[in-house]
DNA sequence: TGTTAGCACTCATACGTAACGAGTGCTAAA
DNA sequence: TTTAGCACTCGTTACGTATGAGTGCTAACA
């Protein structure tokens, strides 16, 4: 375990590198009011630091540098708490304030705000509606063997989907499905939708057993959930940052970044609650000197989605954690609310 | 007006460059095999065609580089369309053979496709849909002071929106309403939809005529179109291009796509068929470095949208022309023969 | 008169050297 | 245990020189 000084110096120096972006050198740290030690004494401790893997040296001549392991000893045990300024609170709560209820739209200006507040990228994941309930399912039929599956929940969100029509299967036969779903599955959360059709309809739909098979297909395919939806805003901050001044760095990240399926992989970490992946520790080779920061917001306490930061490992995790847990919290409110509602 | 001798010369150059993107020496055309001159005598020529502004010379001692008026000679007169290879042709067909018709992926796809093809980057305007025909409209009430607006066209596009619902409306009201609309406005194209709308319906509706106001006002919600939908692929491909490693250059240009608004006003330019921007001839700062191609696709004779590309001004422009204009018709065929079914 | 060979000149780039200075590690004194 | 002092390291910067690609001009040539 790290001496009481030895934490003070290395919260000193990872305090000064996040701000800085140099490699910090004794006489630096020795200057600084919390410090009270010459510089000599500093650079022995310095030299301990680095033997026990928390700091590195770019080269024999420079100062040091935080390593993985420095960092991460920082945010598990030095970071303290971060009060949010009046101006990041209010941009905070007029989010939560708007009443837009189409929650899509509240992902996105998570999103931006959050990319807005922290000079970092954003990642949002939207949220899953699996516990959002049925308020009407619709199958409009667009030639004899299309049609669009229109499913609207209580919270006002709409999802849709082209399926193909099995043959003889006519706008009647449709609407009088449509019809006893509507009466049946009011009301019920979409996860248990399916489940609930084989219990509740397929009963009634069995008279016309021939159309029982097509029926339940359809069925199938429009209560499919949507693909999921990642929200990305801010991704060339990256590049207001000293170390990312080189393109092909910046390229490879932001290559990763173009691409849906590995925004889901960076973001979708599982469980809830606040986790912070630290250079080295990302699996990705494009982004091992960067920092992702992520947590999960919750409907009604179970968690439905992820809101995420990705900055260099020189970030401000202080920071980023603040507005993470307070923007996650208020986000949380305000769908259960709706949920509730 | 260019001799025969200078316009093969400046093609030559511009040839050249598009593929070296070195500035071009007369040693080097002179090789050429399509040029039999000695590099002296193309020295004089080079002279004439920078004097005229057809080139520019980066520094004394250093080649020649076409200017924006030399690339748009080359684009308006020299540009021999190209042949697009099998693989090239493979892809694209494929895309126009997929029986999606919901047209936003096709957009989506297409715009992916592009930006692979070329190694630019896409962007892609999805089309709009006045020109769709109502198939199906629905509201639903999720609660006393809110419901969705479900519009449905007969191409199978679903629009919804979020509605405030003025006091004194209930369920059986908006029943009627929508039954109404239904029953009237059926294969009315969209950009009729609320002129038919005060045509037809509000004779009806003025019967309850107390109830008149506010059930215009939920429709003019509920008709209001989506906003445009712009679909962005391969932004970074730019940081391929070797005058481009630098990152305030890119930075610039990527924050500018990040903008849904500006990358609107990149692609949206009036009147239909191809158009080029060459460098200095765009308005924005950020790509006076940067060519857009675009063109328009339609449905029905009519443009409904954009698909573009952007690259460096020193972009294969004989290759992208071909690519844009097979591509458009095909995606103009793809979307009448869906429209007319 | 148009074309080409020859040559002096320009200028960005690469390279090697030297000076600089930030920062270290070690030693010895407080 | 702490700190002042000092030699040493090594990346960075500055500077002068060599290099070479490419030009413009002149004079000879077809």
């Known amino acids: 375990m790290l001496s009481d000084r030895q934490q003070l110096i290395l919260n000193a120096i990872v305090d000064n590198y996040i701000h800085s972006a140099e490699p910090v050198g004794s006489r630096t740290i020795s200057k600084r009011e919390d410090i009270g030690f010459s510089s000599a004494t500093i650079r022995n401790e310095m030299s301990d630091l680095e033997e026990l893997g928390y700091l590195e040296q770019p080269h024999t001549s420079a100062g040091r540098v935080p390593s993985t392991k420095g960092y991460r000893f920082y945010v598990d045990n030095l970071i303290q708490p971060q009060h949010l300024s009046e101006a990041e609170l209010g941009k905070l709560k007029q989010l939560f304030a708007e009443r837009i209820l189409h929650s899509e739209k509240v992902v996105e200006y998570t999103a931006q705000i959050l990319s807005q507040l922290t000079n970092y990228t954003a990642i949002v994941l939207g949220p899953e509606i699996f516990e959002h309930r049925l308020k009407h399912i619709q199958i409009v039929p667009l030639n004899e063997t299309q049609a669009v599956a229109i499913v609207v929940t209580h919270t006002g969100r709409v999802e849709n989907k082209l399926i193909d029509l099995p043959e003889g299967i006519g706008p009647s036969e449709i609407e009088r499905l449509v019809n006893l779903l509507n009466a049946k599955l009011t009301d019920v959360p979409l996860w248990q939708l399916k489940q609930r059709v084989y219990q509740e309809i397929s009963g009634e739909m069995r008279r016309n057993a021939e159309q029982y098979e097509e029926m339940l297909m359809i069925l199938d395919k429009s209560l499919k959930p949507e693909e999921e939806r990642v929200y990305l ?6 590049m207001n940052q000293p170390e990312f ?24 970490m599982p469980g809830e609650g606040l986790k912070v992946r630290i250079g080295q520790e990302n699996q990705l080779d494009a982004i091992k000197q960067c920092s992702i920061i992520t947590t999960s917001y919750s409907l009604g306490g179970k968690p439905v989605g992820m809101v995420g930061i990705l900055g260099p490992t020189r970030m401000e995790y202080g920071k980023v954690i603040s507005v993470l847990n307070y923007l996650a919290e208020g986000l949380s409110r305000m769908l259960t609310s709706q949920f509730e509602k």
């Open 233 to 238: 805003r801010g991704a060339t901050k990256i």
């Open 245 to 268: 001044r080189d393109v092909d760095k910046v390229k490879d990240i932001l290559e990763l970044l173009e691409q849906q399926d590995q925004l889901l992989h960076l973001i979708g």
